[in-house]
């Protein structure tokens, strides 16, 4: 079987279902989502709790009714689905190569393709953690699949290692549902997670936190009776003598996420070495001409929401790539990213494609109070934005408008910076 | 007078705020760096509030095991864990929509627990 789309998909989380939504709108009437898993809304199925889509739709809704929202949207019409279905290649030339239960492999040329795979965690064996490999050991995201998809506790004596959302969510998740959080142990000096899951998911619990400390090491062999956990220096590394044991039976990791990337690597895409993402321009096209990146699978967000308007920024541009509706290419400015902002979203912009007003995302390295975020256009400020906080849980933005570039013809880079008040 | 302590979670500063109470009214908030924090003080301290969201086994599915829910408002913190223990022993049968009532009155809060899910 072969098939032809104007559109294609990759994934049927919130990112996917909204460039859909939004290249329909757009005008595009061939556009095709592509899922592995047996229903739509990724991620947010198992994300229960309360927290999404208060400056989507000005309210606080769980997970899957925020999901069911988009997932309204796009059943409404001019979309077509697939199921259960994997992508296993994505080629340059956008042959899209899909396997399924039900139809074997088939491949599907599109004309433009949205790489909206999300985010997975990271693997315990990137940590390193000394001691044997016993069961008992999940990610947070795992766990959290299991209680609420699944109905399945994993353990009753609870240690959680990193402060990341997830974490913290299931410190909150598991203690009510009848197991013991020890701890939350953090390696970095702050939390990454927001403060509101520190407070509503941990405090409320008297759940400690203990920022600057790690677990130096898991005992038990078949399954984990215990872990160690130090005091870390300044430089990450574990103090002589400041080591307990924490007697559990399971270990939860949030140690963090990272963009999923092997499709986009297939078909050439270049990425980011910070964001583990593709780089992209102002239209969130990536190196290849008409594949386009929207969501985790670009850069980890901590909003839905944000996710959501990055996605359908990304259907819009890939139905006007469809339709050759973009504007003719005059030249990408560079951003660049330094004294303390990590990188930004979009990485270049070409000033005639950009949009009346372009959202440029990113994320600082460290916790700043009274810094203002500078913009320079070459070696002019043209933003100074005072914050009385900046965290690297938290992401930033800031609106560019095309007026202000084209007020500047010439300019060769824009800089992104934090400066001291 | 009593003193509580209190982190802010308006934004990532989380500034940690002193709370005197006093006959159940706030009469006094130090510590926060902007007008939020004491907004989020005043009923913070007197009358913290929170959603509860969970998941409950539900049948009839082969597709699903669970189905996710949530209490339709707010209720008092102190009843969250009654409200918990209330979903204890509970099953839904499929279907359910979002919105459908699971479950009436959660622990004599007078707040229902809804599906947050169609199943
Ligand atoms: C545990 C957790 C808690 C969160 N809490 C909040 C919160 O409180 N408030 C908030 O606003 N945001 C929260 N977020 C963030 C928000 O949920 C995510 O940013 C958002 O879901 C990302 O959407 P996405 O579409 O990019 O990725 P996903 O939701 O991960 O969707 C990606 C989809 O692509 C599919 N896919 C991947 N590879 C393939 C392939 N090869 N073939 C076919 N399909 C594929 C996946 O199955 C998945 O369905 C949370 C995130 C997590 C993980
Ligand atoms: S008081 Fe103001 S500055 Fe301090 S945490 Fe609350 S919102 Fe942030």
């Not at chain 1, 430089?235 to 986009?264: A, F, H, M, Q, W």
């Not at chain 1, 006007?320 to 912009?349: C, K, W």
């Not at chain 2, 009843?79 to 499929?94: F, I, P």
């Amino acid at each position: 079987m072969k098939a032809a789309y104007d559109i294609v998909a990759v994934g049927g989380g919130p990112a996917g279902l909204a460039a859909a939504i939004s290249a329909r709108d757009a005008g595009c009437g061939s556009i095709l989502v592509i899922e592995r898993d047996r229903e739509l809304g990724g991620i947010l199925n198992q994300c229960i709790h309360n927290g999404f889509g208060l400056i989507t739709f000005d309210e606080e809704l769980t997970g899957p009714e925020y999901a069911a929202r988009f997932e309204e949207q796009a059943l409404s019409g001019g979309i077509d689905f697939m199921l259960d279905t994997m992508v296993i290649d994505v080629s340059a030339d956008k042959l899209v190569t899909v396997v399924s239960r039900a139809e074997g492999l088939v491949q599907i040329q599109a004309k433009a393709v949205v790489l909206a795979m999300g985010c997975r965690e990271r693997p315990r064996g990137a940590l390193n953690i000394p001691g044997f490999r016993p069961a008992g050991i999940y990610s947070a995201g795992t766990a959290q699949r299991l209680v609420n998809i699944e109905g399945f506790m994993p353990g009753r004596e609870v240690v959680i290692l990193g402060s990341g959302d997830i974490g913290l969510i299931m410190a909150r998740r598991m203690t009510l549902e009848g197991a013991h959080v020890a701890c939350v142990a953090e390696l970095m000096p702050y939390s990454g997670g927001l403060k509101r899951n520190i407070v509503q998911c941990l405090d409320d619990f008297g759940i400690p936190l203990l920022l600057s400390h790690t677990v130096v090491r898991i005992e038990g062999q078949k399954r984990v009776e215990a872990v160690v956990i130090a005091e870390v220096d300044g430089r990450g590394k574990p103090i002589p003598g400041t080591e307990v044991t924490y007697p559990c039976d399971t270990l939860l990791l949030s140690v963090g996420l990272i963009p999923e990337n092997e499709l986009s690597l297939s078909a050439g895409v270049e990425l980011s070495p910070v964001t583990r993402g593709p780089v992209v321009n102002e239209i969130l096209e990536t190196n290849i001409p008409g594949i386009f990146a929207a969501g985790n699978v670009l850069h980890v967000h901590d909003l839905v929401d944000y996710v959501s308007q990055e996605a359908a920024v990304a259907g819009r541009n890939a139905a006007a790539f469809v339709a050759g509706n973009l504007d003719d290419e005059v030249g990408e400015i560079p951003l660049v990213a330094t004294d303390g902002i990590r990188y930004t979203v979009p990485q270049s912009i070409d000033p005639s494609r950009m949009a009346d007003e372009l959202v440029v995302r990113f994320r600082v390295g460290n916790v700043y109070e009274n810094r203002y975020i500078s913009v320079y256009f070459d070696d002019e400020r043209v933003k100074h934005l005072k914050r009385s906080i900046l965290a690297p849980g938290e992401m930033e933005q800031v609106k560019l408008k095309k007026a202000e570039l084209a007020a500047k013809p010439g300019l060769k880079t824009i800089t992104f910076k934090l400066e001291e008040a | 007078m009593e003193q509580i302590h209190l982190t802010c979670i308006r934004c990532p500063r989380g500034c940690q705020l002193e709370v005197a109470v006093e006959d159940g009214a706030v009469v006094s908030v130090a510590g926060n760096a902007c007008k939020r924090g004491e907004t989020y003080a005043k009923t913070e301290a007197v009358n913290p509030v929170r959603v509860v969201t969970s998941s409950v086994p539900v049948t009839g599915n082969p597709a699903h095991h669970m189905v996710s829910v949530k209490t339709k408002g707010d209720v008092p913190k102190a009843k969250v864990r009654a409200v918990v223990d209330a979903l204890k022993g509970l099953t839904v049968e499929s279907p359910v929509a979002i919105g459908d009532v699971v479950l009436a009155d959660a622990a004599g809060t007078g707040v229902d627990i809804i599906a947050t899910r169609n199943v």
